[in-house]
């Protein structure tokens, strides 16, 4: 009996000893852009974007294999994916300087809503190290939610180094690409509903 009492002391103690491994948090905050030539365009609203159940929480999802993905408890973004998206495009239509106001949240809704859903962001391990990036966006009129333009965008990239860190940076500097498209294209889209609604007058 002793002899047990002490082996299971033994074990009480060895498992106060192990430590949780370290969370890493992280985040992506395109790079700042530059001002638009161009007149002033309506307010345009831009809510946290959906989420794909699989990437929809701080877990930092991994690909394993072509039918596998695992999210990671020690590497975690600071918030989730279709906040963090999300943000990014509002910061970067805000910096564009071609808007009246990009909002967040507004009530009553300015004239018009730029929708998005997250269809994938991960870090893939399979058979090379890339980083993929995917999801939708509409833009719509906020009276009738009418579409007048929409768009589907789904990247991979290589990233090279061991550290899950190096896979970040190229998602970083890859959303950082795209929302120069987005933005150019969002711009287009306000531009011909603007010119279309005046030319019905």
């Not at 395109?30 to 959906?50: E, Y």
């Not at 106001?101 to 730029?114: C, D």
């Not at 990239?157 to 150019?184: C, F, H, W």
């Amino acid at each position: 009996m002793s002899r047990a009492l002490s082996v299971a002391c033994l074990l009480v103690l060895t498992g106060c000893g192990i430590t949780a491994p370290r969370v890493r948090y992280f985040e992506i905050r395109p790079a700042p852009a530059g001002a638009l030539a161009g007149p002033k365009l309506p307010a345009i609203l831009v809510p946290d974007f959906g989420c794909v159940s699989a990437y929809d929480h701080l877990r930092v999802v991994i690909r394993r294999s072509p039918v596998e993905v695992g999210a990671s408890r020690s590497l975690q973004w600071s918030t989730v994916p279709g906040r963090m998206l999300a943000q990014g495009l509002s910061e970067r239509l805000e910096q564009s300087r071609r808007f009246e106001n990009v909002r967040r949240e507004a009530k009553p809704k300015p004239p018009y809503t730029l929708e998005g859903q997250v269809q994938v962001i991960e870090l893939n391990e399979h058979p090379t190290r890339t980083v993929r990036l995917g999801f939708h966006l509409s833009v719509r009129r906020s009276e009738d939610g009418t579409v007048i333009g929409e768009e589907t965008i789904d990247e991979t990239r290589p990233a090279p180094g061991g550290d899950p860190a190096d896979g970040i940076l190229v998602l970083r500097d890859l959303y950082s690409e795209i929302l120069d498209g987005v933005t150019a294209r969002v711009i287009a889209a306000l531009e011909r509903d603007r010119s279309a609604t005046e030319a019905a007058r």
